[in-house]
């Protein structure tokens, strides 16, 4: 059976050619077609011989993947609707704007976790995805535009996937790979506390984002079952050693939810759990529209009040602009739409 050659590292590559009686540095070759040109088939391999290029094509394939469906909203969002080899689907979206362009990612094939605002866990939780899979998310969107940062924010939860996600990591930010600086790359969680100790001890200046989106336990627990685990209290005790150890920010994640999450006693309890902490911020996210889940954001003016309270009370604010709601960008929508055709 062929194998994915993206699942190998580099030394692992130099390690099989060895074993094949070929020379180590045709690894360095096989990840600059790969990686750099996004080559998508061994016989474009110019610099390989004939011989090496067939025996390559014997073992391994590139692409698994088939694109299914392509929206691109008015902003420039580009959202990509894929069909893996065992007919899943999983999404990626590729945001611009003046400085950056991300690639969202996804781990898994749907979420264990059941956020009531996001539409990953609609249709449960089929499987991980590999460290092939998720990079080939990653070339897919680098071949319509050069990325310059990486969310793993798509469908599913990285700290659920933990060995494949970092081994993905490694290859998005090795020289050899895609070269992304590791400050450029994200993992966000819904506070997997295991998860984020191990990433702790990595060495590894990646970005790390938590999704928070309440400041109690009755209602984060509403909102994310995964509270009654890890609840707020040992969550932040976490993120406080998680600080100390890394001495790299936090980022928290706060979708508004109308009715729910954006009121004054909310944002107060906000303020109260961050002001211990070291170093953090907020992303307050007005919530996309799910007509499956019944969401809808608050009003422009109780979002303000939201970010200015936090603000006046000490906290780093960003309000997050809404992208590509006109395609639903949101995690989970477009394969949602897909499967109940």
Known sequence: MKQDIKDLSLAQLQETLENWGEPPYHARQIF???????????????DLSAPLRMRLEEGFYIWAFRIVKVLTSFDGTQKLLIESSDARFIEAVLIPAEARVTGCISSQVGCKYACKFCASGLLGFKRNLTTGEMLEEVLHLNARQ??????????????????FVMK?????????GLNIGARRITISTCGI???????ANENLQVELSISLHAADDKTRSFIMPVNKIYPIKKLMAACQDYIKKTDRQITFEYVLIKGLNSDL??????????????????NLIPSNPTKELKVQPPGK????????????????????????QDIDAACGQLRIQYEKK
């Open 32 to 46: 600059s077609w790969i990686y750099k040109k996004g080559a998508g088939d061994f016989d474009s391999m110019s």
């Open 146 to 163: 050069k990325l310059t940062h990486i969310v793993f924010m798509g469908t599913g939860e990285p700290l659920d996937n933990y060995e």
């Open 168 to 176: 993905a990591i490694r290859l998005i930010n090795s020289a050899q």
């Open 193 to 199: 506390i295991p998860g984020m100790e191990k990433l």
């Open 265 to 282: 006693q909310s944002v107060k309890n906000l303020a109260t759990i961050l002001k211990p902490l070291r170093l953090s911020k907020v």
């Open 301 to 324: 003016l109780e979002i303000l009040f939201f970010k200015d309270y936090l603000l006046k009370h000490g906290i780093n604010v960003t309000l997050r602009k809404p992208r590509g």
